[in-house]
């Protein structure tokens, strides 16, 4: 184990420290982290017009190279809330129905009855019953998504695949349905944002990747964010390590990955910092107007790929924490890597964790993963980085 890295208190225009920030506390929660056994942890927490970043641990489990606050992260299923936004843009302009059949739109992808039932909006909301292509991509036991049936070996064997957005959704349609179209709860499945990737390109005639790009990343002014163009991030990244809830072992560096199998649902590179700005913008009416944030905070239970139930509208979940603040934004996961990025409802407050080691937590004889201290340190980090105590724990989303 590797000495924590130390963390920064930046103050804005040359102040000086923060206290509301505490960065002793801050620290010592994220070297927590790192000694209950990740690999490396780093953040950027925001308090009115102040800002600390930190790191503890290792980017390198071999080389003992430090993780560093600035570095570029896989940050998962946060890029869906830039799809949404970009397809906001688009409601915006008259050229999207929220509530228009989707297969209207995309009728070879999406025919018959279910393109007539499965509206826009059911997609952004996770409320159009599609299943989830993953467990086809990646499992041997196809049907309702279940991590814990994904296989080390496809894992490997996909690391280098090129997934066509049509090969996605086709396996997402042909599991059966998770539920009704338009029912009171969803349940969280990634076909959905590929049928929204494929929408804004058939609606703008652009590559999805470039709209998103040009309207979402570039207006709100970020500097680090961008979707990969191979198989590697180019810029200063910690190695990000998968394993698949003890399969295993030891976990494996999945730092290098063709990220087709996600593409406009969660293949975006950035950094702590961007995704506290990106957020930032958004909340504040600044990348969609108004209206159209309201319909993204319309939020509905949805059933996550872990079972646990989130608050969940367009590409933004909502959580409240313990002591009565709401904070939107969102998490996300791919293989080695996890991300969340949280911003209390009056924009004063932001923060942004990124860990190098996913699914950690190995399975009991029945096959339910068990608690690890990776767990209660990382609730630890989370409350004290939201609310500024570490009291109790913070309440936890995944997506």
């Known amino acids: ?45 925001r308090d009115g017009g102040r800002t600390w970043r930190g790191a503890s641990g290792v980017a390198d489990v071999e080389t003992g190279r430090p993780v560093g606050p600035e570095m570029h992260h896989r940050v998962g299923s946060i890029t869906k809330t830039f799809t949404a936004a970009a397809i906001m843009l688009q409601v915006e302009q008259g050229r999207i129905g929220l509530d228009a059949p989707i297969g209207g739109y995309l009728p070879r992808l999406v025919p018959g009855e279910r393109g007539s039932a499965i509206t826009v909006r059911m997609l952004l909301n996770h409320t159009s019953g599609i299943c989830d292509y993953i467990p086809s991509a990646f499992s041997s036991v196809r049907g309702v998504p279940s991590l814990p049936d994904i296989s080390p070996e496809k894992v490997d064997d996909n690391r280098f695949r090129q997934f066509d957005p049509a090969e996605l959704i086709e396996m997402g349609l042909a599991a059966p349905p998770v539920c009704e179209p338009g029912g009171p709860k969803g349940v969280y499945s990634n076909t959905n944002y590929v049928l929204l990737g494929q929408l804004l390109e058939q609606v703008t005639g652009t590559p999805a990747e470039k709209y998103v790009t040009e309207n ?119 293989w080695g890597a996890g991300t969340m990025s949280m911003t209390r409802a009056d924009g004063k407050r932001q923060v942004s964790v990124a860990i190098n080691l996913m699914r950690w937590n190995k399975p009991d004889s029945s096959g339910k993963p068990q608690p690890h201290p990776i767990d209660d340190a990382l609730s630890t980090l989370y409350q004290q980085a939201m609310c500024g105590t570490a009291d109790a724990p913070a309440e936890k989303g995944a997506s």
Request: charged share 20%; aromatic share 8%; no cysteine.
């Open 1 to 45: 184990m590797t000495e924590p890295n130390e963390a920064y208190d930046v103050a804005a225009d040359g102040a000086g420290s923060s206290t509301d920030l505490a960065p002793a506390e801050l620290q010592s929660a994220l070297d927590g982290v790192h000694r209950a056994g990740m690999p490396g942890v780093f953040a950027e927490v």
């Open 216 to 334: 979402v990343i570039e207006r709100a002014g970020l500097r680090h964010t961008e979707f990969p163009t191979g198989t590697q991030i180019e810029s200063p990244h910690p190695r990000i390590y998968e394993a698949l809830h003890g399969l295993i072992d030891p976990p494996r560096d999945y730092s290098v990955y063709n990220m087709s199998w996600v593409w406009l649902t969660a293949s975006l590179i950035s950094t702590m910092e961007d995704l506290n700005r990106f957020f930032g913008k958004l909340l504040n009416g600044e990348i969609v107007d108004q209206s159209s944030l309201a319909q993204m905070q319309h939020t509905g239970p949805v059933r996550a790929l872990d079972g646990t139930t989130i608050d969940y509208g367009f590409g933004l979940h909502k959580v409240s924490t313990p002591d009565g603040a709401t904070f939107w934004g969102n998490t996300g996961t791919v």
